[in-house]
């Protein structure tokens, strides 16, 4: 479990760690959308060097990067052979037998990787540089305008939050399983169809049995302590946007209207 | 004042069996109370019964002269706090601070207010130290004095452990008994704790024994605990002081019934002076 | 043959900045035929240790000899099939792996995973409820409407029905009554006893080691801090103490009949001896 970067909070004590939640949030949605616009190479280029900018202001490095990158190459790699099946124009670039690589099928590839990467930089900054806590809070706050037209956003973020809080919890209960299964003869690696299946229920009806206890003992725990959905409650973190957090919205914010321009050129 | 009354509660989960069969009792305000029994003999269905968790059947409770129905749940829950029994299932903030601050955000308590309650409140723990530490970071202990701190915050009158020690190591087990004294000594809190442990039982002001739904012993630990022949039929453990006090009674030396080792052997000193 | 941990080394997520240390160069042997207690305070590495024995957890450093067969570090064990049937693991609150629609196939699944055909994995699995005393009649019911010590028994059954030589339990008693856990407890003496099985079980609880263990190995900080008899580590408070572990109350007793200048002799070792010893002594003064 150790080695999945995608999504982790990396606590380090840089610039981008100390913004507003909602700032980064907004940000990374305005930057997300300027992705979108087919801006063409030189939009891209911008676009690269605006986000390896705040890797470099949040103090994260390329290979951790590059790891939340890395389970994206196997989707790469499967687009970029049903482009070269499929994908008939551009340049014949050469022809083995009676197949033709033409060269669209590179650059509509490689015009997909560079927009996923783009995205995997923006939403891995976010989420390495904004703890999980705050993140709720984020969404709950940037939701609550929606609570108007019956958005339930304070329900929505105590269920994040208490799946983030759990979410450790049920990786050790998992790893716990497994190995207890295994002591019984459980092979999850190898073995016949209908013994993997017995091996996967071993795993996953214990797994929702303890899961559904930990459930009521969590409701019973929050409902005694005076939760009620839906009642009115007060909050303890106070979310501050400062000056830097402004800024950070006025750059996205213009990073997008560039982007927006640069396609209506082209 | 009597703090906690119940009269002829019955519950059922389902319509086979009924887990608590017409019981009575009241206890005083400030006391300490443990309720005990073996597993399946309705305790823990007592204290969620009380907490409002569950729904009686019939019967009333009353707990600080409120009785406790629906519509006045509310007020009852802000006189009632509860420990459980797993330390992993109600740690709900994400850092020890958060998770005290949770309580206190339900009961609307002003934002400017909370940091003093919840320094308060983790030091009469002894958590001070560990207030930005995540759970995973903490023991089993650690993490059922926060869920004492949480429930402290809201100032309740009634403080329930349900079966609070029975998940932890000794260590654990010997930070929350010490907690459960000190609050009872220094606090006028009335403590109603459900436990297996001897050591606490004798700790504490009165027992309630409770045997397939119904209370089969009651009184101070040392009526309970030396009433050899109903801790069997009861299937309760006899405490040490009482095994050997009958072992020294077939070999010739008759003492009182003790249900602590000091106090045994305090009598055997007395009577060896005195002979 | 004993068990016989050679300089094993453990290391958790090793290379990570969360790497941490669980044993570091144990060396202990275990004799065959005998319970063990392993005991130490939570995050000593007891759990870890156990967990090498049916090679859940393989040695980083080092080599572990059990039943003829040989984990070395560094190497892929041979056979792992037929030690996880020869050494049978209950984890911590075991009643959390119960997942088929009825007891009686529940306890029988393991069994069937070492190759053993259905209808005398059934049969295996019939002795084993007997065994751990579950009626019947719930044989056939769904193991999840079972209560807690129930669904306890039904776990630690599904191992025995595999037959192993060597049984190793993780707390196997917490969260049980006194009455569980004394079923619990005598239903291991008895397999030690009439089926000369080893056994290992970790625990806390000094009363369960003083009453029905034979050896004591107490570990800390991932090291092997002492390996004797439990009438010898017993003899006296003295190691308890030194190890901040509260001592059987005989024990206790004894320490405190000490205390009140009663002579009470290193080597008794039960209740009545004691009371023995101290009616004599009440009786001289009198």
């Given at each position: 479990m150790g080695n999945i970067t995608l999504g982790r909070y990396i606590p380090l004590d840089s610039p981008i760690h100390k913004m507003d939640p909602r700032a980064k949030i907004m940000g990374m949605l305005l930057m997300l959308v300027a992705i979108f616009f087919p801006a063409g190479w030189i939009g891209y280029a911008i676009l690269f060097a605006a986000a390896a900018c705040a890797i470099i202001l949040a103090k994260l490095s390329p290979t951790f990067i590059w790891k939340a990158m890395k389970p994206m190459l196997y989707m790469l790699v499967f687009l970029l052979v049903i482009n070269t099946f499929f994908l008939k124009t551009g340049t014949p670039l050469f022809t083995i037998g009676s197949f033709t690589m033409y060269s669209d099928a590179i650059f509509q590839t490689l015009y997909i990787a560079v927009r996923l990467?783009?995205?995997?930089?923006?939403?891995?900054?976010?989420?390495?540089?904004?703890?999980?806590?705050?993140?709720?809070?984020?969404?709950e706050d940037l939701l609550k305008p929606f609570g108007k037209i019956g958005v339930p956003y304070h329900e929505i973020a105590m269920l994040i939050s208490i799946a983030l809080r759990f979410i450790p919890d049920l990786i050790d209960e998992t790893q716990r399983i497994i190995k207890a299964q295994e002591s019984r003869g459980v092979d999850l690696k190898e073995g016949k169809f209908t013994e993997r299946v017995m091996a996967i229920l071993s795993l996953i009806v214990p797994l929702f049995v303890s899961a559904f206890q930990r459930a009521e003992d969590l409701a019973n725990a929050m409902e005694a302590r005076g939760y009620a959905p839906g009642e009115e409650r007060t909050r303890y973190k106070v979310l501050k946007m400062e000056g830097r957090d402004y800024i950070l919205l006025i750059v996205c914010a213009a990073l997008l209207a560039g982007m927006i321009w640069l396609s209506m050129r082209s | 004042m009597?703090?906690?009354?119940?009269?002829?509660?019955?519950?059922?989960?389902?319509?086979?069996?009924?887990?608590?069969?017409?019981?009575?009792?009241?206890?005083?305000?400030?006391?300490?109370?443990?309720?005990?029994?073996?597993?399946?003999?309705?305790?823990?269905?007592?204290?969620?019964l009380l907490a409002g968790l569950l729904e009686k059947k019939s019967g009333e409770i009353y707990l600080g002269g409120l009785e406790l129905t629906a519509a006045n749940l509310t007020k009852i829950r802000s006189l009632i706090g509860i420990v459980f029994q797993n330390p992993d299932n109600q740690f709900i903030g994400s850092t020890v601070r958060d998770d005290i601050a949770f309580g206190l955000e339900n009961h609307c308590v002003p934002q400017p207010e909370m940091d003093e309650i919840i320094n308060t409140n983790a030091a009469r723990v002894k958590m001070t130290k560990y207030l930005d530490h995540e759970p995973t970071r903490l023991s089993g202990g650690q993490k059922q004095r926060v869920a004492i701190a949480g429930v402290l915050a809201m100032k309740p009158k009634i403080l329930i452990f349900d079966e609070a020690t029975s998940m932890l190591d000794p260590q654990g087990k010997d930070e929350i008994k010490k907690v459960i004294r000190k609050l009872h000594e220094e606090s006028s809190l009335t403590i109603l704790s459900i436990t297996h442990d001897i050591?606490?039982?004798?700790?504490?002001?009165?027992?309630?024994?409770?045997?397939?739904?119904?209370?089969?012993?009651?009184?101070?630990?040392?009526?309970?605990?030396?009433?050899?022949?109903?801790?069997?039929?009861?299937?309760?453990?006899?405490?040490?002081?009482?095994?050997?006090?009958?072992a020294l009674a077939r070999k010739g030396v008759k003492t009182d019934a003790h249900i602590t080792m000091e106090g045994l052997v305090k009598e055997l000193c007395r009577s060896d002076s005195n002979m | 043959m004993p068990i016989r941990f050679e300089h094993v080394s453990h290391t958790y997520s090793a290379g990570t900045p969360y790497e941490y240390k669980a044993l570091k160069d144990v060396n202990l042997e275990i004799e065959e035929g005998k319970i063990t207690a392993v005991i130490g305070m939570t995050g000593s590495g007891k759990s870890t240790l156990v967990q090498h024995l049916n090679a859940l957890l393989l040695p980083e450093e080092g080599k572990i000899e059990i039943l003829d067969r040989t984990i070395t570090a560094g190497e892929k064990p041979k056979n792992l099939k037929s030690l996880r049937g020869d050494v049978g693991l209950v984890f911590?609150?075991?009643?959390?792996?119960?997942?088929?629609?009825?007891?009686?196939?529940?306890?029988?699944?393991?069994?069937?995973?070492?190759?053993?055909?259905?209808?005398?994995?059934?049969?295996?699995?019939?002795?084993?409820?007997?065994?751990?005393?579950?009626?019947?009649?719930?044989?056939?019911?769904?193991?999840?409407e079972l209560s807690g010590g129930q669904k306890r028994r039904v776990a630690i059954a599904g191992i025995l029905a595999m037959d192993p030589k060597v049984l190793v339990l993780d707390e196997p008693t917490a969260g049980l009554d006194p009455l569980g856990t004394v079923s619990m407890m005598s239903l291991f003496s008895k397999l030690n006893r009439e089926m000369h099985k080893t056994i290992l079980i970790v625990t806390h609880d000094m009363e369960q080691v003083f009453k029905y263990c034979d050896r004591v190995v107490v570990v800390e900080n991932g090291s092997i801090r002492a390996h004797m008899s439990v009438a010898h580590f017993f003899s006296d408070s003295s190691f308890c103490k030194e190890m901040n572990i509260l001592p059987p109350s005989l024990i206790r007793m004894k320490d405190l009949l000490r205390e009140a200048g009663f002579e009470i002799d290193d080597r008794i070792h039960d209740i009545d001896g004691l009371a023995s010893s101290v009616a004599r002594q009440v009786k001289q003064h009198g």
């Open positions: 990467l783009l995205m995997v930089m923006i939403t891995t900054t976010l989420t390495a540089t904004t703890k999980p806590l705050d993140m709720t809070l984020g969404i | 009597k703090m906690i009354e119940v009269k002829n509660l019955t519950f059922s989960y389902d319509d086979t069996k009924t887990t608590i069969d017409d019981i009575s009792f009241s206890v005083e305000e400030g006391s300490y109370t443990t309720i005990v029994g073996h597993n399946g003999s309705g305790k823990s269905t007592v204290a969620k050591d606490e039982v004798a700790q504490s002001d009165h027992v309630i024994a409770l045997n397939k739904g119904k209370i089969a012993m009651s009184g101070t630990p040392h009526e309970v605990f030396t009433n050899e022949k109903r801790l069997k039929e009861i299937q309760l453990d006899i405490p040490f002081a009482l095994k050997f006090r009958n | 911590q609150f075991p009643e959390y792996q119960l997942f088929e629609e009825t007891v009686i196939k529940d306890v029988a699944f393991g069994p069937k995973n070492f190759g053993v055909p259905e209808s005398e994995a059934v049969e295996r699995a019939k002795k084993a409820l007997a065994m751990v005393g579950l009626e019947p009649d719930k044989f056939e019911r769904s193991p999840l």
